[in-house]
């Protein structure tokens, strides 16, 4: 079965400072694809990365950089140099049969200012 | 506005009445996916289409839910006989063949009295 746990339900950080959100992750498949989503209070899912199963590097996209350790089944998501509107829900998922997403439950990460 | 857009955003309907959801994906993506939220979980896969095909159908979609995408444009989730446990977060997503990860659409409100 495919799963996606996110061990932390909540987090803090100080405005400017780089944070990292946990996910770790259970397949069986040998291709697969690892996603981060942003969940602002409006509620409107916001994709922020993807990681291919067979990419040689981590991707980054601006600020955030996926730290993927495949052997450890994790997917952790990194954010540099955090603004306050980075405060919201983020998501990890694992892509399934048919290009559906399987989700975590969640961090809601607050930056302070 | 060229995104996946749902109608209506928010429902409050009394125990036992029947509601319809409607998506409109973004144009000439042929598969769409229905995903349920409650609060403070990750999105739970409902079921899919591709084109006007139903694919797949998760164990949460009991028989009170019915999904159709008539012509491979649109698609509706009809409730029957709402419970104040069908209270959630309704998310439509799309995306062309061919590329991974989903585009989200704001999401449809269902409150249950």
């Known amino acids: 079965a495919q799963k996606i746990t996110q061990t932390q339900p909540g987090m803090f950080v100080q405005e400017k400072e780089a944070v990292t959100l946990d996910c770790t992750y259970d397949?069986?498949?040998?291709?697969?694809?690892l996603f981060w989503y942003k969940q602002p209070s409006s509620g409107e899912m916001i994709f922020l990365i993807y990681?291919?199963?067979?990419?040689?590097q981590n991707a980054t996209e601006g600020r955030y950089s996926l730290n993927f350790q495949k052997a450890r089944k994790s997917a952790n998501l990194v954010i540099s140099a955090s603004q306050l509107g980075d405060s919201a829900m983020y998501f990890c998922?694992?892509?399934?049969?048919?290009?559906?997403?399987?989700f975590g439950q969640g961090t809601e990460l607050s930056v302070k200012p | 506005d060229t995104g996946v857009s749902q109608d209506p955003r928010h429902k409050i309907t009394k125990r036992g009445q029947n509601v319809t959801f409607r998506c409109d994906p973004i144009?000439?993506?042929?598969?769409l996916y229905w995903y349920r939220q409650t609060l403070g979980q990750g999105p739970e896969f409902l079921t899919y289409?591709?084109?006007?095909?139903?694919?797949?159908k998760s164990r949460l979609l009991s028989d009170r839910f019915s999904a159709e995408r008539p012509k491979g444009s649109f698609s509706t989730l009809e409730i029957q006989r709402t419970e104040q446990g069908d209270s959630a977060m309704y998310l439509c997503?799309?995306?062309?063949?061919?590329?991974?990860?989903?585009?989200f659409g704001e999401g449809s409100r269902l409150t249950v009295l």
């Open positions: 144009s000439e993506h042929n598969r």
């Open positions: 990681q291919g199963s067979y990419d040689q």
């Open positions: 289409f591709q084109n006007e095909a139903q694919l797949e």
């Open positions: 397949t069986s498949d040998p291709s697969y694809g």
């Open positions: 997503a799309s995306s062309p063949d061919g590329l991974v990860g989903l585009f």
């Open positions: 998922a694992l892509e399934g049969q048919g290009g559906k997403l399987i």
